[in-house]
């Protein structure tokens, strides 16, 4: 089971999240200018990296707050999160096999 550590509630289970896709997407302010591909680009283009991607979460089944985490997309493994009001705290890495 994945554990998801929420900023505000501590690490809980995957099932208890959303995952809100691509961080920093901003929307354009004036869109009355886009042309369609910029608006479709918007829209629908996110990056799909091999690596560290950085995406919105939200506690569903908690507090039901959105925060950004950093993740490896290769081992999944959450490197560390931020709300948007704190920039990013760095998780604590557990070695495996290590007791607490
Ligand atoms: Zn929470």
């Known amino acids: 089971m994945l ?3 929420c900023p505000w509630c501590g690490p809980r ?3 208890e999240f959303s995952c809100g896709g691509e961080a920093d997407i901003a929307r354009p302010l004036d869109t009355e200018k886009l042309t369609d591909k910029e608006w479709g680009d918007y829209l629908f283009m996110r990056k799909n990296p091999r690596g560290v991607h950085r995406e919105q979460w939200m506690h569903t089944q908690g ?3 959105w925060f950004m985490a950093q993740r490896d997309t ?4 959450f490197q560390g999160y931020e709300t948007f009001a704190r920039p990013l705290a760095v998780m604590e890495q557990k070695e495996e096999g290590q007791s607490k």
């Open 13 to 15: 289970a995957e099932s």
């Open 3 to 5: 554990l998801i550590e």
């Open 63 to 65: 507090c039901r707050r």
């Open 74 to 77: 290769v081992s999944y493994a």
